[in-house]
């Protein structure tokens, strides 16, 4: 089966850097992918990381490394809206199509 | 421009009593997919279709049934609820081989007395 590790909350000030870090096991990997979510919405995606190294998107980067089945999503120069909670997701292969496996969420918040 | 689309939005049932939530996308999207959300539990995938026609379980399908009516549509019913089920219950699409993004409809919030 998958399992999925990330610490339940962080607490940041705005303008500061987070990182939110996430650990998983799975057979069939094919890459790390991070949602946010704010109270009451839907999961809105990310970033996704098929390969090891750093993706940067704008404010966000997520990190992969498959060799330590490790990755982290960093948001720099934290505002506001930031606050939400965050998810890492592995995707691998069983049955007819590749699906996604979700960790249990770290709830950031951003203060003043 | 409507993405993922669930209904009902609430739905508060009796145990015992049976429902079905439905959710349609308009994106032409191959695969879809429902998940349940409770707190601290994160998502969990009850069910999950590859294309029209095919229909997979996931981590947590006891108790639920799908159908995959067309490319849009996939239906998740509950034959008879239980107040475990109590949740909010995410469709989600994504478009197939080598598309990673899932979009997910706003969820259905559903209670079982």
């Known amino acids: 089966g998958q399992s999925l590790e990330q610490p339940s909350e962080v607490t940041a000030v705005e303008g500061a850097i987070v990182q939110i870090n996430c650990t998983y096991q799975?057979?069939?990997?094919?890459?790390l992918s991070w949602y946010q979510q704010h109270d009451g919405g839907a999961p809105t995606f990310l970033s996704y990381?098929?390969?090891?190294g750093l993706e940067e998107t704008g404010r966000f980067s997520s990190f992969l490394s498959r060799s330590d089945s490790y990755g982290y999503l960093l948001l720099q120069e934290l505002q506001m809206k930031d606050s939400a909670s965050y998810f890492c997701?592995?995707?691998?292969?069983?049955?007819?199509?590749?699906?996604?496996?979700f960790g249990t969420g770290t709830r950031l918040q951003v203060t003043l | 421009n409507a993405g993922v689309t669930q209904t009902p939005k609430f739905q508060v049932l009796k145990t015992g009593q049976s429902m079905t939530l439905q959710c349609a996308q308009d994106?032409?999207?191959?695969?879809m997919y429902w998940y349940r959300q409770d707190p601290g539990m994160g998502l969990r995938l009850i069910y999950y279709?590859?294309?029209?026609?095919?229909?997979d379980k996931g981590e947590v399908p006891n108790g639920y049934n799908v159908s995959r009516l067309n490319k849009r549509e996939f239906s998740l019913r509950l034959e008879s609820a239980a107040p475990s089920q109590t949740s909010v219950y995410f469709c989600?699409?994504?478009?197939?081989?080598?598309?990673?993004?899932?979009?997910f409809g706003e969820g259905s919030r559903l209670t079982v007395l």
């Open positions: 799975t057979s069939g990997f094919y890459g």
């Open positions: 989600a699409s994504r478009a197939g081989t080598g598309h990673v993004e899932l979009f």
């Open positions: 279709s590859a294309s029209e026609g095919t229909t």
């Open positions: 997701a592995v995707r691998d292969r069983t049955g007819t199509a590749s699906k996604l496996t």
């Open positions: 994106m032409n999207h191959n695969s």
């Open positions: 990381n098929a390969l090891d």
